[in-house]
């Protein structure tokens, strides 16, 4: 390790000395754990972070100028359709993903390296349990997803076939994550396919360009945004070991989306027949102001566009046939050919623009007294996983129902929208959907059949509880074998074992 006098000599050539200001009062073992954070940091690249984050903030907020006349609608030839259109070009696509999964040919790779902070929990996401029956949590619905995609694939053609789950997580979450996935003894998976890599951390800064002390001994870090994925990709030899494996097609998601649907072979057929290195699943908005990004060309080039970047009058724009002209809202939910990551990883990487996202960071004043600011105070700079659309060579993308796969878990039940309530609330809306298609029907307790209902407003609880494991089944699929013309009183909850009881 570097001694002190080399570390402080390094902060001076960045601007940032004053992150030692307290190192002559620390006891040896907290005075070698900061420069042991410190002494990575390259000067002129944290100078440039420094720079690049203090130029961000003082930028004026709101749409950029002549966004309006550059931005265009992807153009038809290049979007697929999981609703439109013809069935029995889903049904190809569906095959197309099946065959290349039963190959061993598809990866997934969840982007797992965020805290909960606005979930108000102190542990990882993916542990969270939002209150369903069964009461499993994002990682174990994920993880069955993947063992019943695997066996749907070997089914059909004979197989046995492995979809590896690769992990970013970051300092904050990989530790709680790793433990917890031994705990529950990896979900059934072979622990040899679960591969989980660590995301580089960034100092945060404050609004003229200092770096953050958070205590006498640690500078305030936070993980490099979901874009990280490609400098950790070469940290740690992924995209070898997918090469490896014989992957060469990659599923990207986030954590907190309770209805993806992992290696989704509907979506990577779709893609591979296309010919694409670069895909992208797309919800309509909601509404024109809903804050996601959207989905569309800029001089003619893809990328995904802030919805703080784009003007009122911009988004409220029709199309000539009267529906909203700009509506392919960004759900991250990517497919990148193993060929378009490395090129990424091996020329583009340097090239993608930092964002900037101001927080409330917790520091030490002048004194070293600890301070929880009320207000936000330092900026945190992160990269986006989607900004390598615009290097792609032939981009897509795939609309989906945001009722089958969008229902993002992002806040607590106080927020009205994005919380654990309607995340739970948007799973079992599904199931109970699908036990109808299925041919089921629920009973109250008296008996008497319930009105059907499947189609509810996103705020409606449906008439009864239904949960169907993913390990019964992935999108629907095969149901009317255990349900159809059945009766069930709330709640039902079909699972391996139920499903075994009501086969014929």
């Known amino acids: ?21 307290f190192c002559a009062e620390l006891a040896p073992g907290p005075r070698a754990a900061l420069l042991a954070e410190v002494e990575p940091l390259e000067p002129e ?133 790793a433990k917890f996935f031994k705990e529950q003894d990896f979900f059934c ?31 305030a870090m936070a993980p490099d945004g979901n874009g990280g994925l490609y400098c950790a990709l070469a940290d740690h030899q992924i995209l070898e070991d997918m090469e490896r494996r014989g992957v060469e097609f990659v599923h990207v998601y986030c954590v907190d989306n309770i209805l993806v649907r992992l290696a989704d072979p509907v979506f990577i057929g779709f893609c591979v027949l296309q010919g694409a290195d670069c895909g992208a699943k797309v919800v309509e908005k909601a509404y ?9 060309q800029v001089d003619g080039v893809p990328q995904v566009v802030e919805y703080s970047e784009i003007s009122a009058e911009t988004v409220r724009l029709r199309a000539p046939n009267g529906s909203p002209l700009h509506s392919a809202g960004n759900i991250c939910n990517h497919f990148f050919t193993r060929g378009f990551l490395q090129m990424v990883v091996r020329e583009f990487e340097p090239l993608l623009t930092p964002h900037m996202a101001v927080k409330k960071v917790p520091y030490v004043d002048e004194e070293g007294n600890p301070v929880k ?10 990269k986006f996983v989607f900004d390598v659309f615009q290097f792609a060579k032939n981009f897509v993308a795939f609309e989906v129902l945001r009722e089958e796969e969008f229902s993002p878990l992002k806040n607590a039940d106080s927020a009205d929208r994005d919380n654990p309530s309607t995340s739970r609330r948007a799973l079992l809306a599904q199931h109970y959907r699908w036990a109808l298609q299925a041919g089921a029907h629920f009973l109250d307790a008296h008996g008497a059949q319930l009105p059907e209902l499947p189609s509810l407003p996103s ?32 709640p039902l909850i079909l699972d391996e074992n139920q499903a075994r009881v009501l086969q014929p």
């Open 288 to 296: 024109p102001e809903e804050p996601v990004g959207l989905v569309c």
């Open 1 to 21: 390790m570097a001694s002190e006098q080399d570390v402080r000599a390094r902060l001076q050539r960045a601007g940032q000395e004053h992150l030692l200001r």
């Open 459 to 490: 705020s409606a609880e449906p008439p009864a509880v239904c949960e169907i494991s993913p390990l019964v089944s992935y999108s629907g699929e095969g149901l009317e074998a255990y349900l159809r013309g059945q009766g069930f009183r709330s």
């Open 189 to 219: 998976l072979d622990p040899d396919n679960v591969v989980m890599f660590e995301q580089r951390m960034l100092p945060a800064v404050t609004f003229d360009g200092k770096a953050i002390l958070e205590r006498k001994d640690k500078v």
């Open 373 to 382: 600011p009320i207000k936000p105070n330092g900026i945190k700079m992160e």
């Open 45 to 177: 690249a944290l100078r440039e972070h420094c720079r690049r984050a203090a130029a961000a903030y003082a930028r004026p907020p709101g749409p950029v100028p002549d966004l309006a006349a550059r931005l265009r609608p992807l153009p038809p030839e290049r979007v697929g359709s999981a609703y439109r259109g013809d069935a029995e070009m889903r049904r190809l696509w569906e095959a197309e993903g099946f065959h290349q999964i039963s190959q061993n040919k598809v990866a997934v790779l969840l982007l797992a390296g965020g805290q909960g902070t606005r979930l108000g929990v102190t542990y990882p996401k993916g542990m969270y349990q939002v209150g369903l029956p069964s009461r499993k949590t994002l990682y174990q619905l994920q993880a069955e997803r993947i063992r019943r995609v695997e066996q749907l694939a070997g089914e059909r053609h004979g197989t046995r076939c492995v979809v590896p789950w690769y992990i970013m997580t970051s300092e904050f979450t990989l530790g709680p994550t």
